[in-house]
């Protein structure tokens, strides 16, 4: 059975760019969601999709967008990047998202923005 | 507001000096309280689930509890592999399925 995946595991870039980060959500989970966490700090939600439909969202702007395919799988886009966008980015799947099931959380993308 | 406060920060213990980390919450509605354990440049490992007051989990060294309003996680005679910072979260009623996490307990156990 493998475990949540993402990619890339570190990415640089420069204010204004555009990132697409990727996640592998673990056999049998239906339900990914997306953790921004700044260093120092406990993740913060940023959304949540549940059989290919976002179900929940936390306090990030629009520039944060998402998508999640056929296979579970989800990608996490942010545009216009910030020098406070700079954090490790989570992804974490469960099996139902109408559950209080825990999380599994992937190892996270480290994204610096210059 | 609801939200969830860890304490200490930081914890420095002497190998088998046992302790425990708190995590505080005032939440409408607490549907789970869960602890994970974060290693650097890691996400987070899941430890424990609890639902209700009065109930307890234990795994090796660790044995978490839960109130009403609190939930403590206790370290029986810790060796430096439990050198982590330990998070707590919780999902609770009108917050929909999300984590909402504390700043969580950076523990170093020194032989």
């Known amino acids: 059975e493998t475990g949540v995946t993402q990619s890339p595991t570190h990415l640089i870039k420069t204010r204004g760019q555009q990132v697409t980060l990727r996640c592998s959500s673990q056999?049998?989970?239906?339900?990914v969601s997306w953790y921004q966490q700044a260093l120092g700090q406990g993740p913060q939600f940023i959304f949540q999709y549940y059989r290919e439909e976002e179900n929940g969202r936390g306090n990030f702007p629009p520039r944060f967008s998402g998508l999640q395919f056929p296979n579970y799988s989800s990608e996490l886009n942010v545009n216009a990047l910030e020098l406070d966008d700079s954090a490790l980015y989570l992804c974490?799947?469960?099996?139902?998202?109408?559950?209080?099931?825990?999380?599994?959380f992937g190892s996270g993308t480290q994204l610096s923005v210059l | 507001e609801d939200q969830v406060t860890q304490s200490p920060e930081a914890l420095r213990l002497q190998e088998g000096e046992s302790s425990s980390l708190n995590c505080s919450y005032t939440v409408s509605g607490l549907r789970g309280l869960f602890w994970y354990r974060q290693d650097p440049g890691k996400g987070p490992e899941f430890l424990f689930t609890l639902y209700s007051a009065g109930e307890e989990k234990e795994k090796e060294r660790l044995k978490a509890t839960l109130t009403k309003k609190e939930s403590f996680l206790h370290i029986t005679a810790p060796k430096p592999e439990d050198s982590a910072t330990y998070l707590c979260?919780?999902?609770?009623?009108?917050?929909?399925?999300?984590?909402?996490f504390g700043t969580g307990t950076q523990l170093k156990v020194e032989l």
């Open positions: 056999s049998g989970h239906n339900t």
């Open positions: 979260a919780v999902i609770f009623t009108g917050g929909g399925n999300k984590l909402t």
């Open positions: 974490a799947s469960r099996r139902d998202g109408g559950t209080n099931e825990k999380l599994f």
